[in-house]
């Protein structure tokens, strides 16, 4: 009885933290003053907000990069780095791994 325990415990713990690597979670802040909002994304996956009533999503968040999807087109953008990226102008500020922040004007 006690091998099983042993066993069936050794197999559970590493499938239990696959499982919990898995979990994306994000947290995204954003400060809108008429055509403009500075946008904070903390996420270890992916995190949307809406933006000028569409949804801005933001992924990839590597040293010094960000990938930025808005009304259907997508960009990585380099940190300091300024596109247009649907029908918006998206200023990187600043971007690290699971963290960016963002200026999104129309």
Do not use: H, W
């Not at 999503?57 to 247009?84: N, Q």
């Not at 029908?87 to 960016?100: C, I, S, Y």
């Amino acid at each position: 009885m006690r091998t099983k325990q042993i066993l069936t415990t050794a197999i559970a713990a590493p499938l239990l933290i696959l499982g919990l690597a898995a979990c994306s979670s994000s947290t995204t802040t954003k400060k809108c003053s008429g055509n403009t909002c500075d946008v904070t994304v903390k996420t270890n996956g992916s995190a949307k907000t809406k933006i000028f009533k569409y949804d801005l999503r933001v992924s990839e968040l590597k040293d010094d990069s960000v990938k930025v999807s808005y009304r259907g087109d997508s960009k990585t953008l380099k940190e300091g780095e300024t596109a247009t990226v649907g029908r918006v102008t998206v200023l990187v500020k600043d971007a690290d791994p699971g963290e960016a922040e963002l200026t999104v004007s129309r």
